[in-house]
Nanobody
């Protein structure tokens, strides 16, 4: 059974940083895209970032480009999201996801979802 467990969320001041982690289990994910989505209160879930199976291709939403960095460690079945220069509008529940490819994740086509970790950016 595939399981995705996010961690690393919390409360941070504007301009601060957080690193989200997602631990995947239940199968080998090295051939699959992995990524992050977020959902703010009252809004639809939106794509944030995705990374290809070998880590060679990455995609970012325009709103986070230059501030967020996605990475993965296939030896540990982990995917990470380093978030810098955080803004109040980054406040949301962040979800880890697995898809057939990073490109499909960019189109919000995911096969598996985690439960989410809350990120709050506030002074």
């Amino acid at each position: 059974q595939v399981q995705l467990v996010e961690s690393g969320g919390g409360l941070v001041q504007p301009g601060g940083s957080l690193r989200l982690s997602c631990a995947a289990s239940g199968r080998t994910f090295r051939n699959y895209g992995m990524g992050w989505f977020r959902q703010a209160p009252g809004k639809e879930r939106e794509f944030v970032s995705a990374i290809s199976g070998n880590g060679g291709v990455t995609y970012y939403a325009d709103s986070v480009k230059g501030r967020f960095t996605i990475s993965r460690d296939n030896s540990k079945n982990m995917v990470y999201l380093q978030m810098n220069s955080l803004k109040p509008e980054d406040t949301a529940n962040y979800y880890c996801a697995v898809g057939d490819t990073a490109l499909k994740l960019k189109s919000s086509k995911a096969n598996y979802w985690g439960q989410g970790t809350q990120v709050t950016v506030s002074s």
